[in-house]
């Protein structure tokens, strides 16, 4: 992909103004403090990136990309944000609850 269409992305993820919070394992992008559930949970132990399945499908949609390729885009964009390395990135869409759930 394009450097300056990848810069676009980011900049359309950096534009929803994620709160990042977390524990002593992961952080979580939340829209809003009273979310149950994160848009991306990164943990650090093990370098996993879990994406919210409804925002994998806006990005993909949005911008007409194939749902494995906005996954590593977000991917790195959490990379990037973080300035963390992602190992492994997925979905979540089995398991959202346990996966994207933000702890009390």
Known sequence: MDKDFERVIFSYLDSQDFIVTGNDTSLFFINSEDDELAQIRYDEDNQV???NIRLNREISSFFSLGRDYSQRVISRWVENTLQMKVAKTTDAYMNI???????D
């Open 97 to 103: 609850d346990k996966f994207l759930r933000i702890p």
């Open 49 to 51: 990136c879990f994406i």
